[in-house]
């Protein structure tokens, strides 16, 4: 299995945010973690990628143990982590938000030419500071310098927050183009019933509980699925 999340428990400190989770992703996959706000979403993103240690459970990463081990660590064996918050340096230019995600010798990560012709929207704003930038073009920076060091499997927290939908589309594009080309993806969305359009299978988080998994098609025409996560109402039949 390429990721494999199995019993995982942790938090913050010691209070339990998310309870006993097993999720995996396989090489080449499309993957959608849905749910309501709260619902601990961003907090089992951050144990993956090594944000938060899980108090229990394991995650292996191409049949390596990764839990407990660095961020840094966890990202050099290949994975891209797109947080929710905070995502670029905005004090910081196009071209040194780039820089600073890129750790790895030139020849194993993407040049910076190449960067800018898979994002066009950054494409000659490279002297530019951040916060200069829209929030869909900062978008595409954060998902930019996430991609900077070639990952195989790609971790995003709600690329698409606080986007217009034209930006949202745009977003969700770049991630099945991007998809397309080889890379893994685990995409964490506000917007689930677009992302589980685009995505293979998704999985339904509550509480810190897993309550549903299972291929994207059968979650979008699940009758219980549009009423509680999609806020697809149910028809009433009044006879
Ligand atoms: N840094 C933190 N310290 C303590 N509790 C937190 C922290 N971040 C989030 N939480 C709590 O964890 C729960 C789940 O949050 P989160 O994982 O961000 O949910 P989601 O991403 O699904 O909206 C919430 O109740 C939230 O208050
Ligand atoms: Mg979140």
Redesign the pocket.
């Known amino acids: 299995m390429f990721l494999e999340v199995s019993d995982v428990t942790g938090?913050?400190?010691k209070?339990i945010?998310?309870d006993s989770i097993s999720i995996n992703v396989e090489k080449g996959e499309f993957v959608s973690i849905i749910?309501?706000?709260?619902?601990?979403?961003?907090?089992?993103?951050?144990t993956i990628v090594g944000f938060l240690k899980p108090f229990d459970g394991t995650i292996s990463f191409k049949n390596r143990r990764v839990e407990g081990k660095s961020a840094n660590k966890i990202a050099k064996l290949g994975i891209g982590y797109v947080p929710?918050l905070n995502n670029v340096f905005r004090a910081l230019t196009v071209q040194e938000n780039l820089e600073m995600g890129a750790y790895l010798p030139s020849k194993d990560r993407y040049s910076y030419s190449e960067l800018y012709d898979l994002f066009p929207g950054i494409k000659g704003r490279d002297s530019e500071k951040a916060s200069n930038l829209s929030g869909g073009e900062r978008q595409m920076l954060a998902l930019a310098r996430a991609m900077v060091n070639k990952p195989e499997l790609l971790c995003l927290?709600?690329p698409t927050a606080a986007l217009a939908p034209k930006l949202v589309r745009e977003i969700l594009k770049k991630l099945i183009e991007i998809r397309d080309s080889g890379t893994t993806i685990l995409l964490?969305e506000?917007n689930a019933k677009q992302s589980l359009k685009i995505s293979d299978r998704g999985y339904v988080?509550a509480i810190?509980k897993k309550v549903h998994e299972g291929p994207s098609k059968e979650l979008l025409n699940s009758p219980k699925i549009q009423e509680h996560y999609l806020g697809i109402k149910k028809v009433s039949v009044i006879d």
């Open positions: 938090g913050y400190d209070a945010i998310i749910g309501p706000n709260g619902s601990g979403k961003s907090t089992l993103m951050k929710q927290d709600e964490v506000q988080l810190g």
